[in-house]
């Protein structure tokens, strides 16, 4: 069975850097085909894709939040990891996980995790 | 303002068949594959279509997609209470190169 479980603050404020887990089981992302991709999405607003890994650690950013992203992985202990630089109110929202397997299911994410909401205080 | 455009309503009444379309371009639908998620309030989106006209295993045969140049659709007949919630198309963009969402559409079963 396949999981993915975000962990973080839920509350961080203006200018800080924040710092995304996500703890997953049921495959791993050395694995060809896997992948795992970060998604937000702010109060009232449509999901938003933030940043992708895949198993050749080859990494990509939404061009909008380039320069504020970094993705990483951890294959050993089954993370990847989000930072997100210069934190504004904006980004207020819930921020979700997903795997990407791309053996089945081209770029669909089939599996996501709960979420996990982020608050930015001014 | 997302590159793929979704209508920001749909309804229908119980029983009835509702079409979402979602139009992109030759750099995101035009060349790559099509998903469709749903998402119910509180909880997690879920992937109910892939490969443009996929279904994964547990999702209904009710649901169904389908792609014609640089738009998609998602189908969805015999409409039930449990179907209200938004729904989502999503593809990867080659201009971009990550996967782009629409806009959504609320779906109210009336």
């Known amino acids: 069975q396949v999981t993915l479980r975000e962990s973080g603050p839920a509350l961080v404020k203006s200018t800080q850097t924040l710092t995304l887990t996500c703890t997953f089981s049921?495959?791993?992302?050395?694995?060809?085909?896997?992948?795992v991709s970060w998604i937000r999405q702010s109060p009232g607003k449509a999901l938003e894709w933030l940043a992708l890994?895949?198993?050749?650690?080859?990494?990509y950013y939404s061009t909008s939040l380039k320069t504020r992203l970094t993705i990483s992985k951890d294959t050993s202990k089954n993370q990847v990891v989000l930072i997100m630089t210069n934190m504004d109110p904006v980004d207020t929202a819930t921020y979700y996980c997903?795997?990407?397997?791309?053996?089945?299911?081209?770029?669909?994410?089939?599996?996501w995790g709960q979420g996990t909401t982020v608050t930015v205080s001014s | 303002q997302s590159v793929l455009t979704q209508p920001p309503s749909a309804s229908g009444t119980p029983g009835q068949w509702v079409t979402i379309s979602c139009s992109g371009s030759n750099s995101n639908i035009g060349g790559n594959f099509v998903s469709w998620y749903q998402h119910l309030p509180g909880a997690a989106p879920k992937l109910l279509i892939y490969?443009?006209?996929k279904r994964p295993s547990g999702v209904p045969d009710r649901f169904s997609g389908s792609k014609s140049g640089t738009s998609a659709s998602l189908a969805i007949s015999g409409l039930r209470s449990e179907d209200e919630a938004d729904y989502y198309c999503?593809?990867?963009?080659?201009?971009?190169?990550?996967?782009?969402f629409g806009g959504g559409t609320k779906l109210t079963v009336l």
């Open positions: 997903a795997r990407i397997d791309r053996n089945h299911y081209y770029y669909g994410m089939d599996v």
């Open positions: 049921g495959f791993s992302l050395s694995t060809s085909g896997m992948c």
């Open positions: 999503a593809v990867w963009d080659d201009s971009l190169s990550g996967p782009v």
């Open positions: 490969r443009n006209n």
């Open positions: 890994i895949d198993w050749d650690d080859d990494k």
